[in-house]
Structure formats: C-alpha cells, structure tokens
C-alpha cells in the first residue's frame, strides 16, 4: 500500500518556465490538498478538492492551478514559475468528512532561479 | 483567524524522560485537532487525532490532551527514546473536510542518548 505518492521528489525551474507536479494516492480518499512548507511561515494551503471533478482556493492560491480529472490524483500546476515559489511542496489526503486524519506524501522540493 | 503556537520552538532531553509538548490556539471553535512528526527530508504523519468532544486520545507512549474551552493541547511522550527526533506540529481543525486546518510551526524535539 504506498499511500500518497508525489512525483518529482526534487526539481529546478528557471523563472518562467511551466511544471505540473502530480500526487497520487492509492487509499480511495475522497479528499485531496496541497500545501507549500515555507521556513518561519509553516504549512499554508494552496489548493484542495473534496471529489473527483472538484477545486477549490486555499489560502495562496496565486501562481497556482490544479485538476482532478481522477479521483485518485490531483495535480499542481505552475504556469509561469517565479522565486517566490521555491518552496517544498505536500500533498494530502483524507478519506471524507468527519474525523479522519490527514495521509502526507513525502514531498517534492522545488527551486526556481 | 487562527493563529496556533507551540512552545518552546526547540526542545533537547536526555533519552528516558518524560516531556510534554505545547500547543495554543486562539479559536475554539474547532471540530478537532491533529499532532503529527515531521522527520528530516520528509513529509507529515499523524499521530493522533482528537475529536472536539473527547479530552484525550492515546497511542502507545504518546498522550495527547484537548481543552478546547482554553483553546490549549498538550502532545505528552513517556519514556523518549532519539527515535522520537522529529519536528512535531499541531493542527487545529475548524471544519470536518480539514480545508480549515490551521498548522502549527512545530516543536523540534532532539533526544539524546
């Protein structure tokens, strides 16, 4: 069972230049996240879905889209990367609503110059 | 808007001793709250989860407490060992779909042997 997998693990963008960074999970969970892990700032969300076919702003969505074409991946697009982006990026998981806890994937650690 | 804070930032002990990990929130209306570690290079895992209606939850060595009322949780670990290094955070939750978490900066915790 590998949980919630995030794909690349490390990536250097110069500004500009476009990414998707893909998450899959593999538990049927309904809910999906994305987070950014900044130094001094914590974790802030991004974006989420709470379904197939769903999207919705979190907190910095700007600089930021994402789709959920397939219930089992949610994708985190930068059109147009910038330096303010470099960051590492989490995606989340969880079954539904109520009282069930986040799954973490392990992470991809982006750089743009 | 809720603000969480951990304290202390940075916690060093002796492997064997009991300690207690602190966590403040400044609104209580929450549905309920997460600990989870965070090692190195890594990303998040759950630890334990606390309903709003429940004032403990416990997993092995790990106790965690919730006043809501006070807006305040404790995260306890008995008998540490340097296994448990790791950052750990806390994250209040004001809604049941967890868009609404609210995380902590963390409390790194370094066990020594």
């Known amino acids: 069972n590998a949980g919630v997998t995030q794909t690349p693990k490390f990536r250097v963008l110069k500004t500009g230049q476009s990414m998707t960074l893909l998450c899959a999970q593999d538990?049927?969970?309904?809910?999906m996240y994305w987070y950014r892990q900044d130094p001094g700032m914590g974790l802030r969300l991004i974006h989420y879905?709470?379904?197939?076919?769903?999207?919705a702003k979190g907190e910095v969505p700007d600089g930021y889209n994402v789709s959920r074409l397939k219930k089992q991946n949610f994708l985190l697009g930068l059109e147009s990367a910038a330096p303010s982006q470099t960051s590492v990026y989490f995606c989340?998981?969880?079954?539904?609503?109520?009282?069930?806890?986040?799954?973490f994937g392990n992470g991809t650690r982006l750089t743009v110059t | 808007k809720q603000e969480v804070t951990q304290i202390p930032a940075a916690l060093s002990v002796p492997e064997g001793e009991n300690l207690v990990l602190n966590c403040s929130f400044t609104?209580?209306?929450?549905?309920?709250l997460q600990w989870f570690r965070q090692d190195p290079g890594k990303g998040l895992t759950s630890l334990l989860l606390?309903?709003?209606?429940?004032r403990e939850q416990t997993s092995g060595r790990l106790n965690a407490s919730l006043d809501k009322s006070s807006g305040r949780s404790t995260l306890y670990i008995a008998a540490s060992q340097p296994g448990d290094s790791a950052t750990y955070l806390c994250?209040?939750?004001?809604?049941?779909?967890?868009?609404?978490?609210?995380f902590g900066k963390g409390t790194l915790l370094t066990v020594n042997p």
């Open positions: 989340a998981s969880k079954l539904g609503a109520g009282n069930s806890p986040l799954h």
């Open positions: 538990m049927n969970h309904e809910y």
């Open positions: 879905s709470v379904g197939e076919g769903t999207t």
């Open positions: 609104d209580s209306a929450i549905y309920n």
């Open positions: 606390i309903q709003s209606s429940q």
């Open positions: 994250a209040p939750n004001r809604g049941g779909s967890n868009y609404k978490l609210t």
